[in-house]
Each structure stands twice: as structure tokens, then as C-alpha cells.
């Protein structure tokens, strides 16, 4: 221990000088620009497309806001029609939520103390580059696209609302056919997805302590596991074999995970929101999945439910295969895309 204390010292001191000069590198908008360059040669060979689609601003996310100027550049210069699909974060999206317009996003809970853990999204809006960024992509395209709801009234209270289309939601993937859940006896199990360093703007914490507290109070009927930090294959095996799925309790619509774990037949904590609801203009009366707001008692209350009811967690698994087959399925997401670009 005496022989590497020095050395680990050091590590962790260069770590930190490394952590901070790549921060204020893409703060200053200037993160791996020598080294996109390198790839214009490439780029330039991507041309004479009709259609050309962004998947956000910040298209090359290996990159700040200056390489991707310069790449996005040759792409928009040689290709007709381009299109954006407004997802993850950028500046019109979370310069939108940081002002308190939703009724509650994944920057509720920034404060002075913990900026630090929003870095990596403070940037699209205080980094140097990406609000002229921003406006670079969103002049030059035909529509943007919103993939969520969040994004779709981000965008419709922006100053490109005239270019907004309809929300063409997120396709599902049916290679593997799932059966809905049966009850078959206790303890329930409850799969609870923590990305570290993510729980302030997915609401890990939140989610962990009303579990907790379920576990307290019925010890007998609930397995709890939270994943993270292994290999997916292991990751998709205690998936597969658990009943109910946490997502995340900052979003008012349904993200990737989300749509994975309904697909899936899980009972999905995630977001749904009743204006999410009323604007897909959809019957879920019946329930596909769990509305998951930022409250403790909340999703306790919630989890209680289900737990004590296990005929109700089969009806939403069942309803949560038929809902994504329905709305979410690669050919009707498909046709929807066609017609955007076509129109």
C-alpha cells in the first residue's frame, strides 16, 4: 500500500487536470475539432442524397459545437432536403426547460451545489457555439421532427414553430416475440435501470427510496434489483426476467427504455403525462404503463397498488404489448417519416 499511495495520488490528480480541461474545452466549443477535421474527406464523399436526417443539432456528439459546424457544413452544402429529428438534448430543448415551462423536466433539482452533474447538458446552452449551432441546423432544415412530446412543445414555442411537424414516436423492435406477464406467486420483481451521476435528472433516488419503503412494508412480496455498470447481455437477462421495469419520473413522454420495457410486456414506470395523452389523442383508459411524477409517496402509492393487485399488473403488461404494436411499430413509424419527407 505505501509503494502505490504516491502513484494512485497521482492518477486521480491527473484525472481531475484531464476532467477540467475537457469541460472547458466544450465549453469553449472547441472539443475534438483538430480531429473532426480529419474526417471532411469522408463527409464530402456524403453527397447527392434527397434526403438527409439529423438525429439532433449536435449530430457528431464526438464533437462540440465548432467541429460540428464544419462537418455539418459540407453535409448541408452537397444534399437536398434536410430534416431534423428534434431528440436528446440541445439548446432549444433544455433552454426551454431551465425556464420552468414544463410542469416538471430533469432540471428541477439543479442547483449551485450540484452544477456539476449538469454539465453535460449546461453546455448546449452557455457553451460557446451551440445557440448559433443550433440556429445553423434549424434554418437550414425542411421540418423538424419531434420524437417526443417534451421536444414538441419545446419546439412549438420556439421561433421555428412553422417548421414543426407532428410527433413521430419512437419505433419498437419485434425481433423477439414476448408474452405478457402471469402471476405466478410472490415476491414481485422489480428491475431499477441507475445510470450513475444521471439519478438528479432521471430521479434514481426518488424511485429507490418509495421502493424502499415498499420493501418495509411488505418484505415478502417484492425482489429488488438495480442494474448498472454490466455487460448488456447480463443487463437484458435480469430484464427479461422481471415485472416491473423503472424508467424515469423527469419526462412527460415515454423514452427508448420505456418503449423497450412495454414491448416487452414490463409494467413501466416512465413518462405519460395526461397532456402526453390528450395530444397523441389515444385511449388509455385501460393502462398501459405507470405515469411516473417526481413524488416519493407517490410511486409508492402507485407500487402499493399493483403489488397488493397482481391482476392489475397483468392487465398492463398486456396492455403495454398491445399499445406499442398499435402505435409504435417500425412500418407505421416508417410510412409516418415518408410522408414528412415526401410533403
Known amino acids: 500500500f505505501i509503494t502505490y499511495a504516491p502513484l494512485r495520488s ?20 472547441l472539443k475534438g475539432f483538430l480531429h473532426a477535421v480529419k474526417y471532411i474527406k469522408k463527409i464530402k464523399k456524403l453527397k447527392n442524397y434527397d434526403v438527409v436526417q439529423l438525429i439532433n443539432t449536435r449530430r457528431f456528439s464526438n464533437f462540440s459545437s465548432l467541429g460540428n459546424l464544419v462537418l455539418l457544413h459540407f453535409i448541408f452544402k452537397q444534399n437536398r432536403k434536410i430534416f431534423l429529428c428534434a431528440l436528446g438534448y440541445d439548446y432549444t430543448w433544455v433552454k426551454y426547460c431551465l425556464e420552468g415551462n414544463p410542469p416538471y423536466s430533469k432540471f428541477d433539482r439543479l442547483k449551485l451545489k450540484n452544477m456539476s452533474k449538469f454539465f453535460w447538458s449546461l453546455v448546449y446552452v452557455y457553451g460557446i457555439g451551440f445557440n ?51 402471476f405466478k406467486g410472490y415476491p414481485v420483481k422489480i428491475f431499477h435501470g441507475w445510470q450513475p451521476g444521471k439519478e438528479l435528472a432521471k430521479g434514481n433516488d426518488i424511485f429507490d427510496k ?111 404489448i398491445f399499445f406499442i404494436k398499435r402505435h409504435h411499430n417500425g412500418r407505421l413509424i416508417t410510412e409516418k417519416y415518408l410522408d414528412v419527407w415526401g410533403n
Not at 13 to 29: K, P, R
Not at 231 to 240: A, I
Open 210 to 320: 418509495a421502493i424502499k419503503k415498499l420493501i418495509i412494508k411488505y418484505p415478502d412480496k417484492v425482489e429488488y434489483e438495480i442494474v448498472g455498470g454490466i455487460p448488456y447481455e447480463e443487463y437484458l437477462t435480469k430484464f427479461e426476467e422481471s415485472t416491473i421495469y423503472i424508467d424515469q419520473c423527469y419526462s412527460l413522454d415515454r423514452g427508448m427504455n420505456a418503449i423497450l420495457g412495454m414491448s416487452a410486456g414490463k409494467v413501466v414506470f416512465s413518462g405519460f403525462d395526461k397532456e402526453t395523452i390528450k395530444y397523441y389523442g389515444v385511449n388509455d383508459s385501460n393502462q398501459s404503463l405507470i405515469n411516473a411524477l417526481p413524488d416519493c409517496e407517490k410511486i409508492f402509492l402507485e407500487l402499493e397498488r399493483l403489488i397488493i393487485n397482481p391482476n392489475i399488473l397483468e392487465n398492463i403488461s398486456r396492455e403495454a
Open 132 to 182: 448559433f449551432l443550433d440556429k445553423y441546423v434549424l434554418g437550414r432544415s425542411q421540418k423538424i421532427i419531434p420524437g417526443l412530446f417534451d421536444y414538441y412543445i419545446a419546439y412549438k414555442n420556439s421561433s421555428y414553430s412553422n417548421k414543426l411537424s407532428d410527433v413521430v414516436p419512437l419505433p419498437a423492435d419485434f425481433k423477439k416475440n414476448y408474452n405478457s406477464f402471469e
Open 10 to 29: 497521482k492518477v486521480k490528480f491527473f484525472s481531475i487536470i484531464l476532467g477540467f480541461y475537457y469541460t472547458l474545452m466544450e465549453f469553449l466549443g
